[in-house]
């Protein structure tokens, strides 16, 4: 399996470029954002970005905000929401707006990984059933000669 390619959305810079070296080291591929709005304008460049790991708790634009953009536009993307302050039940909110799962700051790295990898699992396969699904509607309506 290649590696994910994620994207890190944390108002804490010191949290975001610390949990981003330790990711690198694991062979993830990252982008890093340090607010909702940053986060929705990288991921317009960035379409083939795998999973987001989301703040829940920041200034301007929270997570649950960027969450619901997130899902609007780009509803394959898997999300992790991290909450250090926010409650369960914010969490919660999150899992029922589409996020993928939910993460207790400071998260275990080795938990966040493989969370990762679910997510990114969990995209690829969706992806692959829309391509085979597109593949079937296309052979039916052109007959197996429009992909010779």
Do not use: W
């Not at 810079?13 to 909702?36: D, H, P, Y």
């Not at 369960?88 to 700051?105: R, S």
Request: aromatic share 8%.
């Amino acid at each position: 399996m290649k590696a994910p390619f994620i994207m890190l959305v944390d108002d804490e810079v010191l949290f975001v470029e610390t949990m981003a070296k330790r990711l690198e080291k694991r062979n993830i591929e990252i982008l890093l954002a340090f607010s909702g709005e940053e986060c929705l304008e990288k991921l317009k460049k960035n379409e083939n970005l795998e999973v987001i790991v989301l703040d829940i708790v920041m200034p301007g634009m929270d997570g649950l905000e960027t969450l619901k953009e997130i899902k609007k536009i780009f509803p394959l993307i898997e999300v992790i929401m991290l909450t250090g302050n926010a409650t369960i039940e914010t969490a919660i909110e999150g899992m029922k707006l589409g996020a993928f799962d939910f993460l207790i700051k400071p998260c275990d790295i080795k938990e966040l990984c493989n969370k990762v990898a679910d997510a990114a699992r969990k995209k690829r396969e969706h992806q692959e059933k829309i391509k085979d699904a597109f593949k079937r509607e296309t052979l039916a309506k052109y007959g197996p000669f429009y992909y010779t």
